[in-house]
């Protein structure tokens, strides 16, 4: 069964750093794309950070380029999102997904499994 679970949430201020951690089991992780997506009260779920099966492109949405670093470790299995320069408009719950394929895609449906979810609130 495949599962992703996430990890890293947490309280900062801001200009604070987090790093999140997904976990994935039940499938070949090295061969699919992966995302961050989060979704904050009142607003729709919104793809933070993407980065294909090897690594070797990703995405950023405008508003954290910059500030967030998506990686990845085939040999671990292990996705990561780095989050540095945290503002109150990043908090939101953190999904990490896995997509159809190899290659990311923008768009929401293209990903076919979702972890629950991690906090990150950001606050003085």
């Known amino acids: 069964q495949e599962k992703l679970v996430e990890s890293g949430g947490g309280l900062v201020q801001p200009g604070g750093s987090l790093k999140l951690s997904c976990a994935p089991s039940?499938?070949?992780?090295?061969?699919?794309?992966m995302g961050w997506f989060r979704r904050a009260p009142g607003k729709p779920s919104e793809l933070v950070a993407a980065i294909s099966s090897n690594g070797d492109s990703s995405y950023y949405t405008d508003a954290v380029k910059g500030r967030f670093t998506i990686s990845r470790d085939n040999d671990l299995d292990t996705l990561n999102l780095e989050m540095n320069d945290l503002r109150p408009e990043d908090t939101a719950l953190y999904s990490c997904?896995?997509?159809?394929?190899?290659?990311?895609?923008?768009?929401?449906?293209?990903?076919?499994?979702w972890g629950q979810g991690t906090q990150v609130t950001v606050t003085s």
């Open positions: 039940g499938f070949n992780f090295d061969i699919y794309a």
């Open positions: 997904a896995k997509s159809g394929g190899p290659r990311f895609s923008l768009a929401p449906h293209s990903y076919d499994n």
